[in-house]
C-alpha cells in the first residue's frame, strides 16, 4: 500500500528549484540531510559545505530541526496523485566564509 508523502519544492535566491518528496515523520535536519546528499551536479556553484549550511524557510519562518514534517502541517498525498501540488519552501545557504563564534 502505497503512504501519505510531503512533497516540497525547494526554490533557491537564484531562482533555481527542485522538487522531493519526504515521509511525513522525517524531522527538518534529516530534510536538510538528504537534501545536501542529493545536491544536483549543476547546482555546484550554489553548494553549501555542509547540511547545517542550509536553512529552510516556510512563510517567512525558519525551520527548525527537531521538527517533523507532520508536526510543521505539511500537506501529504499519496504518490499516486498527480493532482496534488508540493509545496514551496525557501532554501537558503549561509554562506561558508563566516565564521561563528561560540
Known sequence: PQTPQVSLTFLLV??????MTFDPVTTV??????VWNAWPA????ESPQ???????????KILQ????LTHLSFPTSLP????????IVHLSIRPSN????D
Not at 535536519?29 to 538528504?34: P, Q, S, T
Not at 549543476?42 to 556553484?45: A, R
Open 65 to 68: 530541526d527537531e521538527d517533523t
Open 80 to 87: 499516486s496523485d498527480s493532482s496534488s501540488l508540493p509545496t
Open 14 to 19: 537564484s531562482g533555481r528549484r527542485r522538487t
Open 29 to 34: 535536519g534529516r530534510v536538510k540531510e538528504l
Open 98 to 101: 563566516i565564521s561563528t563564534v
Open 50 to 60: 555542509a547540511p547545517s549550511h542550509l536553512r529552510i524557510l516556510y512563510l517567512g
Open 42 to 45: 549543476d547546482w555546484q556553484d
